[in-house]
Structure formats: C-alpha cells, structure tokens
C-alpha cells in the first residue's frame, strides 16, 4: 500500500479528499456520495459532471477509478425516509470518507466538500477537517473526479432499478419528479425505493 505522503505529491505536501453527491432531489433512489484522492496519473479534462456530456463521463468514470484512490457512501430511500434528504447527505459523505479512510490508510489534512455546508457539526461519525466550496465541482479537481463518480454509480443504479420497474422511465430520468414520472406515479403508484417523505410520493401514500 502507497504511503499517504505518495497522495500528496503535487499538493503541497497536503493530503485532500475530494467529496461530491449525487441524487439529494429525486423521487426515488439513493444518495450518493464519492470521496477521491487524486494521484499524479488522475486524467486530464475533470470537471462539473453536470457539465459533461453522458458520454465524456462515462469515458471518465474507469480512468478515475484506474488511477485514483476512491469510494462510495450510499443512502438508500428508506433510511432518507428515516432521517430526511439533508442528513442522509451528510450521512453519505460520511461513510465515503470513511470507507476510503478505511480501505488506503487515508487520514486527509483536509476535506473538500462541493456546495456550503459539511457534516462537521452535523453527524457524529465526522472528524475530519472540512471546508465548503459552492462550485467546488467545477474549481477544484479532486471534487470534480468525486462528482462524475458519484454520479455515474447512481446513474447506473437507476437503470438498473428501471428494469424491475419499466413504468417510472429511470433510465431517462434517474428518478426525478419528471412530467413522465409523475404521471407513472399517479397511474401505479410508489414502489419501495421511492422516497415517502418527499411530496409528490407522500401526497399519492396519504390519498
């Protein structure tokens, strides 16, 4: 195993995990989160997953996992039931740090985190220093390789899930509250993997 001073080439003698989240607004589904280190080897033209194109990150997403140290938090509907979209975001974040903590030996200076809030403060589990960065996934590489990890696992999830359950369209809209899926949910209904808590869903459970 590559010793953490080895991450840290190229930033100043400074270990940085990069963190990003996928899915805090759908329907149904998980939240995601990834948490990178970037090596040396990282691949050129990281940025924004929002701003790529399906295919570029799609190219992106092995060359990332190839080269660079990373993991995954997830959240599943029930337990953002359980807790609310906000802490379970904060709770994914938390298990992608501490999964690739636990897996590479990791202990970052610091952790950098895209929008403005970190779980420092707000869940127990987090120790880690943490700062905030509202566009981070477009200004700093190492959120940006977690974004288009976190997306593409969640992504992929969904089209996974759309198998079982054809009607809701997830494969287009990976389980956002879309014209087509809220039409599909007034005609079928929610499935287990949607998110009761949230409107569209609770209003259809409560009728």
Request: net charge negative; hydrophobic share 45%.
């Amino acid at each position: 195993m590559d010793s953490p001073a080895f991450f840290a080439k190229g930033l100043k003698d400074r270990v940085l995990i990069g963190v990003d989240e996928a899915g805090r607004g759908p329907l149904a589904g998980p939240v995601v989160a990834a948490a990178c280190v970037l090596r040396p080897d990282a691949p050129a033209g990281l940025d924004d997953s929002k701003k790529l194109s399906a295919k570029r990150r799609a190219a992106l997403e092995p060359l990332i996992k190839a080269s660079c140290h990373w993991a995954l938090g997830v959240v599943e509907a029930d337990e953002i039931d359980r807790i609310n979209i906000f802490a379970a975001t904060m709770l994914a974040m938390t298990r992608a740090v501490g999964a690739l903590g636990a897996e590479f030996g990791i202990e970052p200076d610091e952790v950098l985190i895209d929008g403005n809030m970190t779980p420092a403060g707000r869940h127990p589990d987090w120790h880690w220093s943490a700062r905030a960065i509202v566009g981070g996934d477009g200004l700093e590489p190492c959120i940006s390789a977690a974004s288009i990890l976190a997306k593409e696992h969640r992504d992929r999830l969904m089209r996974e899930y759309a198998l079982a359950h054809p009607q809701y369209g997830w494969e287009r809209n990976m389980g956002y509250g879309t014209a087509e899926h809220l039409a599909a949910l007034q005609t079928h209904g929610p499935t287990p993997l949607h998110r009761r808590s949230f409107a569209p869903v609770a209003q259809l459970v409560l009728i």
